[in-house]
C-alpha cells in the first residue's frame, strides 16, 4: 500500500506542476474565457496530494517516525531528516495554501494577476522542496515506488 501511495503521490506532483504551469500561462492570457475550470483541478490535485503525503507523514517511515525514532532535537541537527520532518510538509503545505488562496481569488474577483502571483509562489515552493533525484542525502527517483 506505501508503494502505491508513494507512486500516487509522485505522480500528483507532476500534474500539480504541469497544472500550475498552465494556470499561470492561461492566467496572463487575455483570450481565454474560463479561466477557472483548470485552477478547480489543480486545487483538487494539490488537496489530494496533501492528503496522501499526510497519511504518508504519520503512517510512513520518513516523517513523523523519525521523531519518534531519534527526537526531535537530533532530526533538527541532520539535514536529510530535517528535510523529511520539516521542510518538505512546510513547504508543501505553504505552497498548498497558496494554490487554496490563487483559486479563491480567481473564483470571487477574478482578478488573474493576483492569482498567477499566488501560483508563481506555489510553483517556487514546489520546485525548492521536491526531493528531486539530484539533491543529495534526500534525493528519490523520479517515480519512486515503481
Do not use: C
Request: proline letters at 3%.
Amino acid at each position: 500500500m506505501y508503494n502505491f501511495l508513494l507512486t500516487l503521490h509522485s505522480i500528483l506532483r507532476w500534474a500539480i506542476i504541469i497544472l500550475l504551469v498552465v494556470n499561470i500561462l492561461r492566467l496572463f492570457s487575455s483570450t481565454v474565457t474560463n479561466k477557472i475550470a483548470l485552477s478547480k483541478w489543480l486545487l483538487i490535485a494539490a488537496h489530494t496530494t496533501l492528503l496522501i503525503g499526510l497519511y504518508q507523514y504519520f503512517a510512513g517511515g520518513s516523517g513523523y517516525a523519525l521523531i519518534q525514532q531519534y527526537g526531535m532535537a537530533d532530526v533538527m541537527k541532520d539535514s536529510a531528516k530535517r528535510f523529511w520532518v520539516v521542510e518538505h510538509p512546510v513547504g508543501m503545505l505553504a505552497a498548498i495554501v497558496f494554490i487554496t488562496v490563487g483559486h479563491i481569488s480567481l473564483k470571487k474577483s477574478g482578478n488573474a494577476k493576483r492569482s498567477a502571483v499566488f501560483y508563481i509562489l506555489a510553483l517556487i515552493i514546489i520546485l525548492a522542496t521536491v526531493p528531486w533525484p539530484m539533491r543529495e542525502g534526500i534525493g528519490r527517483a523520479w517515480l519512486p515506488g515503481l
